[in-house]
């Protein structure tokens, strides 16, 4: 970076210190975007208002607009109507296929993820969960509520219901730290197949709260049933991943599809999986 004929220190740049040798609202771009990346405007932090930037950079509204807009563009910002604009959260990406836990999934990907324990107990589920779990309508079933975050914030909200005699073998207080897929296999139940549908829903005042969203923000919803090795179901799965920046990619070949998920824009739909044992990443 340049300022007149002197080098500018890129860990103590200011508005109006940034590099003369390119179109201004590139150079307000460049700057803004470090500021994101080393956590100065951390995920879901509000930008300064653009009358502000105006003043810091000395540049007209014109260009701070530009630069704002070439940040959408790329990813790093995002306008919240009648709000302002906001830090994106960073792109996650995992694949469907395979039975191989989100937090494992996460973990290769270098991203730190944190499981909250929001409810636990039997309930009365239901109706379309006891009949997916094969539990007579009106007996008890273990519901467990869980929060998955990044550092960047909430990434899904997920309720599990498991049949009691398969819940009361595991350790609730386990999942803080360990995947339930994991937790089955410990007890000897092993997750050997799934059945999964995804579609598109606006986020409830409730859920948005624990998701830190708008209401009314788009998400996805998976429903995804697993079962154990003599096929009776072990989990039926209701996971809303923040769907604001969610898409679904395929990579399709002679020999079958490979789907994978990656925040990178919205969706409005999906096509229904393969009939393979495949879904999304709960455990």
């Known amino acids: 970076m340049r300022v007149g004929s002197s080098t500018v220190d890129h860990g103590r740049r200011t508005g109006r210190e940034y590099d ?35 003043e810091e950079f000395d540049v ?14 790329d990813g790093l910002l995002e306008t919240r109507h009648g709000v302002g604009t906001f830090v994106r959260r960073p792109a996650f990406a995992y694949g469907l296929t ?12 270098g991203i730190e993820l944190r499981t909250e324990v929001l409810a636990s107990g039997l309930v009365v589920p239901p109706a379309d969960v006891s009949a997916r779990l094969g539990v007579p309508a009106g007996r008890e079933v273990l519901s467990v509520e869980r929060l998955r975050s990044t550092d960047a914030g909430p990434l899904l909200l997920q309720t599990s219901y498991l049949p ?6 595991i350790g609730v207080e386990s999942l803080h730290h360990q995947s339930l897929y994991l937790l089955l296999a410990e007890t000897g139940t092993p997750v050997r197949e799934a059945s999964e549908t995804i579609q598109a829903v606006a986020l409830t005042a409730e859920q948005a709260r624990a998701l830190r969203c708008e209401p009314g923000s788009p998400a996805l919803l998976s429903c995804r049933l697993s079962r154990g090795e003599d096929g009776a179901p072990l989990v039926d799965d209701r996971a809303l991943l923040v769907g604001d920046a969610t898409v679904i990619t395929a990579d399709r070949a002679a020999t079958g599809t490979n789907l994978a998920y990656s925040a990178d824009a919205a969706v409005r739909s999906v096509p229904p999986p393969p009939a393979t044992p ?5 455990g």
Do not use: C, F, N
């Open 20 to 54: 003369t040798r390119v179109p201004k609202y590139l150079a307000i771009y460049r700057v803004l975007a470090e500021r994101i990346a080393d956590g100065r405007y951390p995920a879901d932090a509000p930008l300064p208002a653009q009358r502000e930037l105006v």
């Open 60 to 73: 007209s509204l014109m260009t701070v607009r530009q630069a704002i807009q070439a940040l959408e563009a």
């Open 98 to 109: 395979g039975l191989r836990s989100l937090s494992q999934d996460l973990v290769e990907q």
């Open 278 to 282: 495949a879904g999304p990443r709960h």
């Open 164 to 169: 009691a005699a398969v819940g009361t073998r």
